[in-house]
């Protein structure tokens, strides 16, 4: 028997270094299921959105209410992270109380990194490329549709699409509420939080990359008079200029979430005939909602395909995800993410 070993990169080791390079890979194995057991794919997703948001914040250098910001990304990480680890670590609580607490810390963390977008986003970036957005819808469409779209300013019409545009509140809790609340957990249920995720962290970080106020603050000055509205364009404009971020316009999220969820909708469809009306009633309120973003003046139109394209990535990239994850952490041991034991 050789005492030494060549390497196919052409070095000499001796038994003890292949011992040692397979305990490093044992260790590394036993650091890859420890993570696993307590993080899922969609934890991780939002942990990266939180430390790349934070990173940004310190790089912008000093500014009102970055200290404070920067506070709370580090409270919604130590939230993120606690809550993971009480959800399926702590066995020793009923499996009930543990999903519960694991729901509402990620319902919590995505609705405080939203709200404090009003906050993170002019910190991160000062300027504004509404001017870029406007050229870029020019060159594509020949005109700007948000503009176009003023010869129907009527108080029917925007109260049609305000009702939409408000919707999009009411489809996003309902479709939490069914997917983590009330549907079994499984594999449909980590496609949802996947693909959820993914859509609202890529879309957040779009805003940092590419901030603008939309054309009711940067083309105001080009439209004939304000909107035509009434009850339901109230409520919009409250809603706004109470919890809005002011700069969240490129992508149009308006436009990715609820077509997300028609689209995971949809799927599950295939499997499931009774969704397809649920699915239906969705996709048919998020064409009304795409159309409101930009006749209410809210979006350019390259917001809106932007919106469209990571909805559609989204609704490709999740169910591969998701089956991945779970092969993954089956290769572990563990059962999938959402089923608590």
């Not at 709200?115 to 970036?125: E, G, Q």
């Not at 969240?248 to 295939?270: E, G, K």
């Amino acid at each position: 028997m050789h005492e030494r070993l060549t390497t196919d990169c052409g070095k000499v080791a001796g038994p003890r270094g292949l011992l040692d390079v397979g305990r490093d890979g044992a260790l590394w194995k036993d650091v890859l299921r420890g993570l696993t057991a307590v993080f899922a794919l969609q934890d991780v997703i939002i942990l990266g959105y939180i430390a790349a948001t934070t990173v940004l914040l310190l790089w912008a250098g000093p500014a009102e209410m970055q200290s404070e910001s920067v506070h709370r990304n580090l409270a919604c990480i130590a939230a993120t992270v606690l809550g993971c680890v009480f959800a399926r670590r702590a066995t020793f609580v009923a499996p009930v109380i543990r999903r519960s607490v694991y729901r509402l810390v990620l319902v919590g963390i995505f609705l405080q990194n939203y709200l404090s977008l009003r906050h993170i986003l002019p910190i991160v970036r000062s300027d504004s490329l509404d001017m870029e957005l406007l050229r870029v819808d020019l060159f594509l469409f020949g005109v700007e549709p948000a503009l176009w779209l003023e010869r129907f300013n009527t108080r029917p019409i925007v109260e049609w699409f305000s009702f939409f545009y408000f919707s999009y509140f009411f489809i996003c809790f309902f479709s939490m509420v069914l997917a983590i609340w009330v549907d079994r957990p499984g594999r449909a249920t980590a496609q949802y939080a996947i693909g959820t995720a993914l859509v609202y962290c890529v879309g957040q970080l779009g805003y940092m990359v590419v901030p603008a106020y939309g054309p009711i603050v940067a083309l105001s000055d080009a439209y004939q008079g304000p909107v035509d509205g009434g009850f339901f364009w109230g409520w919009v404009i409250r809603v706004v200029q109470s919890g809005g971020a002011m700069k969240d316009v490129f992508p149009s999220l308006h436009t990715a979430a609820p077509l997300w969820f028609a689209l995971h909708t949809f799927q599950r469809a295939r499997a499931d005939r009774r969704l397809l009306w649920p699915a239906s009633v969705t996709a048919f309120f998020s064409a009304n909602i795409i159309v409101s973003t930009m006749l209410l003046r809210w979006h350019y139109a390259i917001d809106v395909v932007a919106g469209v394209a990571l909805a559609v990535g989204a609704a490709w990239v999740t169910p591969r995800l998701a089956a991945w994850e779970e092969r993954f952490r089956a290769g572990l041991g563990h059962s999938q993410p959402w089923i608590f034991r």
